[in-house]
């Protein structure tokens, strides 16, 4: 899998596109790492919003950090790391999760927010 993902990184990027690619525990030395990372390196910047809806609040903060040594030279074109961490509390229930994404983009903290929302957006109207 890491192979075919990391051909799918370059063949992006040599096409003259970019990329924004969520890194999921199936990848668990490069989540690892981005991870540690983000424990070390100073954050660039921070994007906080807050959303309630009927039964449910949610509060979402949206970090990136500069690519720093340690990561492997196959993954093409990777400029950022990205952490997204979400708090909710659904029916009155605490619910927690961090993702991490890499990027080629160079944006800071508010555009990558944009651009994983419409993300998430897309793929809630196709549930």
Not at 95 to 120: C, K, N, P
Request: aromatic content about 10%; proline content about 2%; some cysteine.
């Amino acid at each position: 899998m890491r192979y075919i993902l990391k051909k799918t990184l370059e063949q992006i990027i040599s096409s003259g596109n970019n990329y924004l690619v969520a890194v999921k525990a199936n990848q668990p030395k490069l989540f690892n790492e981005i991870a540690r990372q983000f424990e070390q390196a100073p954050i660039l910047s921070v994007q906080t919003e807050t959303e309630k809806t009927r039964t449910r609040q949610t509060q979402r903060s949206v970090m990136i950090i500069n690519t720093v040594e340690g990561i492997d030279s196959d993954w093409v074109g990777v400029e950022r790391f990205i952490r997204v961490q979400r708090s909710d509390t659904r029916d009155n229930e605490p619910y927690d999760q961090t993702v991490f994404y890499m990027s080629s983009l160079s944006f800071d903290a508010g555009g990558f927010a944009e651009y994983i929302r419409a993300h998430w957006q897309i793929e809630n109207c196709l549930h």
